[in-house]
């Protein structure tokens, strides 16, 4: 009967994106093929931001950036290690990079942005408190759940919000996540924010699944004004239309690099999925990083393999090309500076990474040591005039040329 209900589930969900094949982009990737080096001036120019930084206004590290119309928000876990325990910042800066307020929290993970509103809001776990915040670091509202928790979950517009299923654990935090059909549960779970649960996506058979599985740290991906959402074990991205959840993007690999079609459904491979992973290194199972910038979308590929080479790709929509981000060399177009090997957020015009100071000063220290001569624009020349002071991370935009 579980079977029936779940074949119908599914058949439904079918029938409901007969209507957008047509927008769903095969992404045909070979993760080991040779790739040449790639001057970054042929396909971007790239502008550097450094942050304000004054005792008030410095992180350690972005754990998570997200980029709305007049704020860049920062978190950085681990800000701060007491005997009480480890401490965070969300840190919130005009869109030039000036500081405007920061938030100390403690067992804080990850916080999500209206980017309609630009409210942030957070799920303090020691607290069991379900905070919300304005753009200017304002306390709007908050509401404890008593012996509750959050999954992992991202802002909507209309003060809904989207709620993951993170493969991690069992606890209560998938309350929300719980289906009224004896052993269906969805990986994606709509609700406002008295937690009424008003749509659900993607079930799945309890009966043959677990929780014996990796996960991604984050699952929804704000590029300006669009939206990409990966879930793990899937081959295909997703984005939601109006109410509707539809596919958007699918990942078309070898057959060395692919999961078996059945691993989801299979009870052989219960309890045993991480096993299976070490097993076979090479099977990529998510997607992580997926911004996106005009008509250029960037992707990480995760695999188990350690030191592994299926990372993180560009794929420009017009050719339907690819190149891996770490094959882009640095050229005069970007100073001769090193590149990222990560986007960490996109603005839906530029994809989005960092520098941090101590490595732009020690490289261009170095090239004046071996007698280059190096010119660098007037944000960065102020960098380099306070070498002896602590500084901010510099943010690396990459804008695709027309």
Known sequence: MVGLMLSLLFFTYALAQK?????????RIDPEAQLSAIPVSEHFLVNYQPFESDKESLFGWITQMEISKNRIVVLNHGYRRTNKGNWSAILIF?????????????????FAM??????????NMYEHTWYFYDNKGKLLRKHRLERRNLPEYASLSNREFVFFRTYTNTSGSYELLQDTTKGLMPAIAV???????????LPFDTTVMDDSMLGIEKNYFQSGQQAVISIPYNSMLFAFDGNNLVPTYR????????LPADFMQNKIYRNKRQDYLKAHPDRVYAADKCYLAGKYFTFKLINSH??????????????NTYFRLQDLQPDEGNHFLPLNDDMLASDGESLIGIITAKTLIDHVEKMQAAGEKVILP??????????????NAILVKLTPKP
């Open 19 to 27: 209507n957008v094949q047509n927008n769903l982009r095969e992404l």
């Open 94 to 110: 005009d869109r030039q990079g000036r500081f405007i307020n920061k938030m100390m929290l403690q067992r804080v993970n990850r």
């Open 114 to 123: 209206d980017y309609e509103r630009e409210e942030i809001s957070f799920f």
């Open 191 to 201: 609700a406002a924010e008295d937690l009424e649960v008003k749509r659900s996506f």
């Open 251 to 258: 990942f078309m690999l070898p057959l060395k690099n692919t």
């Open 306 to 319: 350690v030191g592994s080479l299926l990372r993180n790709f560009i794929y420009d929509e017009r050719n």
């Open 378 to 391: 007037a944000t960065l020349q102020a960098i380099m005039k306070n070498a002896d002071k602590p500084q």
